[in-house]
């Protein structure tokens, strides 16, 4: 089970820190990431970090955010900076068991799914 939390208002500019807790799962054996959803959008990946710790992020959020994993407090993280509109969204964590054929920017690897959090930008 996942269970992220974090989001809010936030002006454009400003920063949000997103939260996910797992349990139920062996956390160190999961790569994780964070997907979000805007109105009337297909689910974008946003950022992922694997078992190794390496990191990888989509072109839209690179440079503004960072990824992070807690394998003793079993969380993952996504500080974002400089919020912009767009970021808007509702931002999903997920947990990939890592496979050789698994793409990490693709939903479709993910086998565990968190709730949601809402994340609004004002301008």
């Known amino acids: 089970q996942l269970q992220a939390s974090g989001g809010g208002l936030v002006q454009a500019g400003g920063s949000l820190r997103l939260s996910c807790a797992a349990s139920?799962?062996?956390?160190?054996?999961?790569?994780m990431g964070w997907f979000r959803q805007a109105p009337g959008k297909e689910r974008e990946f946003v950022a992922a970090?694997?078992?190794?710790?390496?990191?990888t992020y989509s072109d839209s959020v690179k440079g503004r955010s960072a990824i992070s994993r807690d394998n003793a407090k079993i969380a993952v993280y996504l500080q974002m900076n400089s919020l912009k509109p767009e970021d808007t969204a509702v931002y999903y964590c997920?947990?990939?068991?890592?496979?050789?054929?698994?793409?990490?920017?693709?939903?479709?690897?993910?086998?565990?799914w968190g709730q949601g959090t809402l994340v609004t930008v004002s301008s």
């Open positions: 997920a947990a990939d068991y890592p496979t050789s054929w698994g793409i990490i920017t693709t939903p479709a690897s993910y086998d565990y």
């Open positions: 139920g799962v062996t956390f160190g054996t999961y790569n």
């Open positions: 970090i694997r078992t190794s710790g390496s990191t």
